[in-house]
């Protein structure tokens, strides 16, 4: 399977996948929005492909998306994995990748969408957090959910610490839920929910 990974920084769940190493899965490109991103360099390094397409550039965001769109189809993926990207995407663009679309969100979904995550989770109280894998849809952070990582919240806790224990769990349940989707193992019913298969 051919996957594409779009990253807008540091890339380390981007990197994360990469080291995985997945039978079956190919890292076909890695896209940034920003020409800086260090992901970028990572890639390369790889002999992965790299794309830098600078949003900046673009009047809006119809224009940036469309742009996009095209730099990823040029490689055919079965799945586009956000990891990081930083970007709010058009209705269209969804659309045109729905049900291969996967994104990564530092909250236990539906708590906390949006930024800032580990700060609300802090400022809430809650005694458990964690990180999402889920399929994108035109709502931001609400789609199907495919995993989640749950993550203790300890009395001392600042955003550095509480999003170093998360990111830790990123970085498992991503590459799993990459390597069910190259399995053939994930469903996304028409209720919206995501059902995983046992392995042969
Ligand atoms: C991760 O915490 C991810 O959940 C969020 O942004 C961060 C990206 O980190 N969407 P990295 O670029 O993968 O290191």
Known sequence: ??????VSGRGSNMEAIVRAAIPGARIAAVISNRPDAAGLAFA??????????????YADRAGFDTALAAA?????????VL??????????????YEGRLINIHPSLLPSFPGLH?????????VRV???TVHFVTATLDCGPIVIQ????VHAGDDEATLSARVLEQEHRIYPQAVRWFVEGRIALGADARVSVADAD
Do not use: N
């Not at 995550?117 to 109280?125: D, I, P, Q, S, V």
């Not at 990582?149 to 203790?152: L, W």
């Open 72 to 80: 990823i189809d040029a490689h055919q993926p079965d799945l586009v």
């Open 149 to 152: 990582a749950v993550v203790p």
């Open 1 to 6: 399977k051919s996957i594409v990974i779009l």
């Open 44 to 57: 390369a390094a790889r002999g992965i492909a790299t794309v830098a397409i600078d949003h900046k550039a």
């Open 129 to 131: 957090h964690g990180a």
């Open 83 to 96: 990891a990081g990207f930083m970007r709010v995407l058009t209705d269209d663009f969804v659309r045109h």
């Open 117 to 125: 995550t580990h700060r609300r989770a802090l400022e809430t109280g």
